[in-house]
T-cell receptor, first 111, second 115 residues
Framework: DQQVKQNSPSLSVQEGRISILNCDYTNSMFDYFLWYKKYPAEGPTFLISISSIKDKNEDGRFTVFLNKSAKHLSLHIVPSQPGDSAVYFC??????????FGKGTHLIIQP | EPEVTQTPSHQVTQMGQEVILRCVPISNHLYFYWYRQILGQKVEFLVSFYNNEISEKSEIFDDQFSVERPDGSNFTLKIRSTKLEDSAMYFC?????????????FGEGSRLTVL
């Protein structure tokens, strides 16, 4: 049962353009959402988060949008840079359990 | 910058052997976690630990698994009798707050290969 879904295993974007990574969830008890970035041979690193009382959170080039009615969130990276090439995990939480992760989207930034 | 450290980075073991994976969480963090990622699959929650006891565990975390904080700094994951399907990357994480309310800091992972 996939409670957090990232339906695009990979995404290719040209350098300088906007990257949009999508995530859907099914559990309405989730009240906190996070994006993690992972390079090969490293652990996931925290990127940005949003609580369910907000619909947008911005941090530099990264913006996360939350649509609670659609149970959908997205991560926007603009402008995309070569160092952004990595696997991006959407994660959701809401209580004592650890986070529930999506399968990840491999973002490839092309020069 | 404080970080979570894990040892060993890679361990190869025979099926049926016991394995201990070690983690040193960030010193002022109170919540500790183990996650695993089987090759090509998603990161999966195993267990969370707070105040010297398990607070939550997933279905994956069966009787073959145990966690311990033996000395106030290390946080260990023990697999009593490894199976082939235990081969995965195991990530330790820690946080100041509950995972659902604050970010987790992950270690670089310990790759376990069971032959």
């Amino acid at each position: 049962d996939q409670q957090v879904k990232q339906n695009s295993p990979s995404l290719s974007v040209q350098e300088g353009r906007i990257s949009i990574l999508n995530c859907d969830y099914t559990n309405s008890m989730f009240d906190y959402f996070l994006w993690y970035k992972k390079y090969p041979a490293e652990g996931p690193t925290f990127l940005i988060s949003i609580s369910s009382i907000k619909d947008k959170n911005e941090d530099g080039r990264f913006t996360v949008f939350l649509n609670k009615s659609a149970k959908h969130l997205s991560l926007h990276i603009v402008p995309s840079q070569p160092g952004d090439s990595a696997v991006y995990f959407c994660a959701a939480g809401g209580g004592a359990d650890g986070l529930t992760f999506g399968k990840g989207t491999h973002l490839i930034i092309q020069p | 910058e404080p970080e979570v450290t894990q040892t060993p980075s890679h361990q190869v073991t025979q099926m049926g052997q016991e394995v201990i994976l070690r983690c040193v969480p960030i010193s002022n963090h109170l919540y500790f976690y183990w996650y695993r990622q089987i090759l090509g699959q998603k990161v999966e929650f195993l267990v969370s630990f707070y105040n010297n006891e398990i607070s939550e565990k997933s279905e994956i975390f069966d009787d073959q698994f145990s966690v311990e904080r033996p000395d106030g700094s290390n946080f260990t994951l023990k697999i009593r009798s490894t199976k082939l399907e235990d081969s995965a990357m195991y990530f330790c994480a820690s946080s100041e707050l509950l995972a659902g309310t604050g970010e987790l800091f992950f270690g670089e992972g310990s790759r376990l290969t069971v032959l």
